[in-house]
């Protein structure tokens, strides 16, 4: 065994003369066990809340989106996308077409985006599950619209005796005195209505492509494509491949693109939560210094006798340099499993609920590996540092042979 590893042991599970040095290297492992462990759970539950919220913006947005640079329309059609269609890799390929639009409802009206999909959306999407009330159908007069929307307009897939009408302006110029002249109207039914969050709620109405068409006066126009690729393919090499298939004219985003600044937000608070965490650790691992300092004291004469058998300064300050870590090691260990264990507990049972209206029965929680290197590495620093101030200092002013 290694020698100042084992004098470092036993001078940790032994008894001291001084109790204090016992209590004192109690709470310091106590300490860093409860800063580690409160960094597992914070981390692990900021990850299972960003994972629901990444999650419930992919239900809605597309893997890859391809839009126009300039203007707002393209035509689908053009040799451009008929060699995209035969890219391999893409598992569903959906039209869409995207206009602002006046929803009225008996007195009841809001202004909402009218998303027209074709066929492959819900496949692609998954969307289906979102819907809460009612059911997923954009056959005929159908529309399905989000719950913030059927809210203001006090209707739903129950309501089939008044219709909703969705009214949009004309393209180009119309000569008449009357202003509904130059608005193109729909009489829709609600099939079903979806929750996602507020963004999307209050904002979206989903209906066929064609409709979407017919209400905002294009003939075979899309303002972008949407793509779902196959399990297993990776979304930053076949966004490559589709940029240089369509060239410069147009925008190919995947998901992280699409919504840069949430991504972007997710990371920054993510990394500043864990710098805040980690002062607070710092805090915690003062009781080390104080432990290892009394340690040192106390030790004098035993090192003393060290020296005298040839035990240099140099070994002498690694002895209490491996009691500091050993100290920081456990209460990192102890704070590690301790918060696995929480977590696991959580996801498996779903200990602590949430309040009826959430899309989640249960706080989400994700323990992640590299989140779990990262705290184990960053407390082990710390206690490095912490073990070091004063094995350099103490051990130079106590310790002069």
């Given at each position: 065994?290694?020698?100042?590893?084992?004098?470092?042991?036993?001078?940790?599970?032994?008894?001291?003369?001084?109790?204090?040095?016992?209590?004192?290297?109690?709470?310091?492992?106590?300490?860093?066990?409860?800063?580690?462990?409160?960094?597992?759970?914070?981390?692990?539950?900021?990850?299972?809340?960003?994972?629901?919220?990444?999650?419930?913006?992919?239900?809605?947005?597309?893997?890859?989106?391809?839009?126009?640079?300039?203007?707002?329309?393209?035509?689908?059609?053009?040799?451009?996308?008929?060699?995209?269609?035969?890219?391999?890799?893409i598992a569903y390929?959906?039209?869409v077409v995207e206009g602002n639009a006046l929803?009225?409802?008996?007195?009841?009206?809001?202004?909402?985006?009218?998303?027209?999909?074709?066929?492959?959306?819900?496949?692609?999407?998954?969307?289906d599950t979102l819907v809460s009330e009612g059911h997923f159908s954009l056959n005929n007069n159908s529309i399905i619209i989000g719950n913030g929307i059927s809210y203001k307009l006090q209707t739903g897939p129950n309501d089939i005796s008044s219709p909703?009408?969705?009214?949009?302006?004309?393209?180009?110029?119309t000569n008449s005195l009357n202003p509904e002249d130059g608005l193109n109207e729909l009489k829709m039914y609600p099939a079903g209505t979806?929750?996602?969050?507020?963004?999307?709620?209050?904002?979206?109405?989903?209906?066929?492509?064609?409709?979407?068409?017919?209400?905002?006066?294009?003939?075979n126009e899309v303002t972008s494509i949407e793509l779902s690729l196959k399990q297993g393919i990776k979304s930053d090499q076949i966004q490559v491949e589709i940029q240089k298939i369509l060239g410069e004219k147009y925008e190919v985003k995947n998901r992280e693109q699409q919504n840069a600044m949430l991504y972007k937000?997710?990371?920054?608070?993510?990394?500043?939560?864990?710098?805040?965490?980690?002062?607070?650790l710092i805090i915690a691992t003062f009781n080390v210094i104080g432990s290892l300092t009394m340690l040192i004291i106390e030790k004098k004469k035993d090192i003393t006798i060290l020296h005298n058998m040839g035990a240099d300064v140099r070994l002498i300050r690694k002895i209490f340099l491996v009691e500091g870590l050993l100290i920081t090691f456990i209460g990192a260990a102890l704070g590690?499993?301790?918060?696995?264990?929480?977590?696991?507990?959580?996801?498996?049972?779903?200990?602590?609920?949430?309040?009826e209206g959430y899309v989640v029965n249960a706080y989400p929680v994700k323990v992640l590996a590299t989140d779990m290197v990262s705290v184990l590495a960053a407390v082990l620093l710390i206690g490095f540092f912490a073990a070091w101030y004063p094995v350099r200092v103490f051990t130079k002013k106590h310790l002069a042979f």
């Open positions: 065994m290694n020698f100042p590893f084992f004098i470092a042991k036993r001078y940790l599970i032994s008894k001291k003369s001084h109790n204090a040095i016992n209590i004192i290297s109690g709470i310091s492992i106590t300490g860093i066990c409860i800063g580690t462990m409160a960094l597992v759970i914070v981390l692990s539950a900021f990850n299972g809340l960003s994972g629901l919220v990444q999650s419930l913006y992919n239900s809605f947005d597309p893997m890859i989106s391809i839009t126009a640079k300039q203007g707002k329309t393209f035509d689908p059609n053009s040799m451009e996308f008929q060699s995209l269609k035969k890219v391999n890799g390929y959906t039209e929803l009225k409802h008996l007195d009841k009206q809001c202004i909402a985006t009218i998303k027209g999909v074709s066929d492959q959306f819900e496949k692609m999407s998954g969307f909703i009408s969705v009214y949009a302006p004309k393209r180009g110029k979806f929750t996602i969050n507020d963004e999307f709620d209050e904002k979206y109405a989903l209906m066929n492509i064609d409709k979407a068409r017919e209400l905002l006066d294009y003939s937000t997710f990371k920054s608070e993510k990394l500043w939560t864990f710098i805040i965490l980690l002062f607070i590690l499993t301790l918060g696995i264990t929480l977590c696991w507990l959580q996801m498996k049972f779903e200990i602590i609920k949430l309040t």
